[in-house]
């Protein structure tokens, strides 16, 4: 396949763009159930590579820091609210990662070390965390950090009427805060929480100052205010956010690679939905960094010796289409196997992502912790298999265009697709669409609005849904297949668990995974609990979400921050 772009002139189509205040199309509505939070428990298996110039996440550049400059981050999608606690989708952390410090902080092996707060305690029973806070730290109001913010974050989150789905599901089993002094947090839980620490890393839990938290949600979602290296100045939408330096900043976690405030005095993140058009500002140098750098500007992108490129796998549950068991035809294992077996992912990704993404290998992406390899091939291509099955199952018929019958009835898949899935996604399970249907699957690909996807993910209206679920914690089997997550959640209505499993054994599994803060036992469990999943079909798993950036010449120590694998901002500098 050729491939050609005219740089020249996508450059000044962009310049244009960028003189008109537009900086490209708005991406109208969004891909639902996007979530995130990421934690590497080791990094080197994290790490995708990524060519000539490419560098590890968390590398310093070799050259000295100079303080001051602009730097223009271009990405492809707008978040729907700044404030992370609202719903969670992936643009919002990546943004909010830049102005919300978080109370726990977590380095490129996974180990939880201080931040906001100082140092913590568990009790015995594994049902209250006593964190000391630190007193130095200031919100960009001018507002102290205090245990009454760690409470009111909490509470924020957890509330039904922020329709926190990310954060909110994260903290189910919070109770309470007490604030026995401005420095002490007792956080109350109704049952152990191993995973606790882990999410509190995360961007998604970010610290947000109380007085802020009181407006209303839509006042807040436009201009949140948090402690963090950089604050919010400006929300232009459908074109960028403006971010400029807290000079007032001296509380960094450990991670960093100094201390006091940020060296960039502003940042515009602009939204540029074309891959294209993202593509060519960066090669112009109209912008430093690219975020979701296009999979077929990769080699060329190598090629340059003016561009970096950062890749990175990210931790949680792959890319996938969850199968509906609540529901003929999935409500049987052999449907199930039969179509995950007769779909040639490692073909589809050749063909429509030009061999840069890799087949997700398990139920877990390879970068999360407790990830095993036992299950990498349990839902290997197998149109072989994928027959017989069907055979079994009594469809032993076709009609003319090749797809099974049974009693005159079809075998049919329902996938929506909504409005706001990526036409590289769409690709994808055209790919599916055919491969099934040489086994016998008539597979439908129904366009949708985003609206009405959400509406029929929430009465469980489909055969396939299409979900991921980055996070940094194995924890994420229990949200994407425990039957505790079988209700609605959030604005949407949807179900965190889209496949409709439950399984008293693996609820059980996952559980005794959260009572230990034993790492060999929570192995053992999480092990358990992958095998029971893989055994099942409840996904065909597509490709691990990853961070893809691509970083001009003039722009200096980008690093992915290790809980989420999100871009950091504050070590960078530019050197225009």
């Not at 902080?105 to 000391?132: N, Q, R, V």
């Not at 007085?211 to 949140?224: F, G, H, I, M, V």
């Not at 609990?529 to 010449?553: D, F």
Request: aromatic share 10%; glycine share 8%; hydrophobic share 35%.
């Amino acid at each position: 396949m050729s491939f050609s772009i005219n740089f020249n002139r996508l450059g000044r189509d962009l310049a244009a763009m960028e003189a008109a205040g537009t900086a490209g199309r708005t991406m109208k509505g969004r891909r639902l159930r996007l979530r995130s939070g990421l934690v590497l428990a080791t990094l080197s298996g994290a790490m995708l590579a990524a060519g000539i110039g490419a560098q590890p996440g968390w590398a310093a550049d070799a050259a000295t820091p100079v303080s001051g400059g602009t730097l223009i981050y271009a990405t492809d999608r707008e978040p729907t609210c700044l404030d992370p606690h609202v719903d969670g989708d992936m643009p919002q952390v990546f943004v909010a990662q830049q102005f919300l410090d978080s109370l726990v902080s977590m380095d490129k092996d996974g180990h939880i070390g201080p931040w906001l707060a100082k140092s913590w305690t568990i009790s015995p029973d594994g049902k209250t965390y006593t964190f000391s806070l630190r007193d130095d730290v200031t919100f960009t109001n001018g507002e102290k950090f205090t245990s009454a913010a760690v409470k009111a974050n909490l509470d924020h989150m957890i509330n039904p009427a922020t329709q926190s789905s990310t954060a909110g599901g994260y903290v189910q089993q919070y109770v309470g805060t007490d604030t026995p002094d401005d420095h002490t947090a007792v956080v109350h839980l109704s049952k152990p929480y191993a995973a606790f620490l882990e999410v509190l890393a995360q961007g998604f839990l970010g610290i947000e100052a109380p007085s802020a938290l009181k407006r209303s949600r839509d006042e807040n979602c436009q201009s949140p205010v948090g402690s963090g290296p950089f604050k919010v100045t400006r929300w232009d939408h459908q074109s960028q956010v403006v971010l400029e330096r807290n000079p007032d900043y001296r509380w960094a976690p450990p991670t960093t690679l100094h201390q006091g405030p940020a060296y960039l005095e502003k940042v515009i993140w602009k939204f540029i939905p074309e891959p294209a058009v993202r593509f060519a500002a960066l090669q112009s140098g109209s912008v430093d960094v690219i975020e979701v750098l296009p999979p077929e500007s990769e080699a060329a992108a190598e090629k340059n010796p003016d561009l970096t490129l950062l890749i990175k796998d990210r931790p949680g549950n792959p890319t996938n289409g969850e199968l509906n068991t609540k529901r003929a035809p999935f409500d049987d294992i052999r449907f199930r196997e039969a179509f995950v077996r007769s779909a040639d992912i490692d073909g589809a990704l050749a063909s429509v992502y030009f061999g840069r993404y890799h087949h997700a290998s398990g139920p877990l992406s390879s970068a999360t912790p407790f990830y095993s390899g036992d299950f990498q091939h349990a839902d290997d291509y197998d149109p072989d298999r994928a027959n017989k099955l069907l055979d079994e199952a009594g469809w032993k018929d076709r009609d003319s265009s090749g797809f099974r019958v049974k009693n005159g009835q079809s075998l049919v898949v329902h996938v929506p697709i909504g409005a706001s899935i990526s036409p590289a996604e769409r690709s994808l399970w055209e790919q599916v669409q055919a491969t099934a249907g040489q086994v016998g699957f008539d597979v439908r690909l129904e366009p949708v609005g985003d609206t009405e996807s959400s509406e029929r993910q929430g009465k469980w209206d489909y055969d396939v849904t299409l979900d991921y679920w980055n996070t940094n914690t194995a924890d994420v089997l229990r949200i994407v297949f425990g039957s505790e997550f079988l209700g609605a959640a959030g604005s949407g209505g949807y179900h965190q668990n889209g496949s409709g499993f439950k399984n008293a054994e693996f609820d059980d599994v996952v559980e005794k995974a959260l009572e230990t803060q034993d790492p060999d036992k929570r192995k053992d469990y999480y092990h358990q609990a992958q095998k029971i999943i893989s055994s099942q079909y409840l996904q065909l798993r597509t490709y691990p979400q990853s961070t893809r950036l691509g970083v001009y010449k003039t722009a200096h120590d980008v690093r992915l921050e290790p809980s989420l694998t999100v871009t950091t901002l504050y070590d960078a500098w530019v050197s225009k």
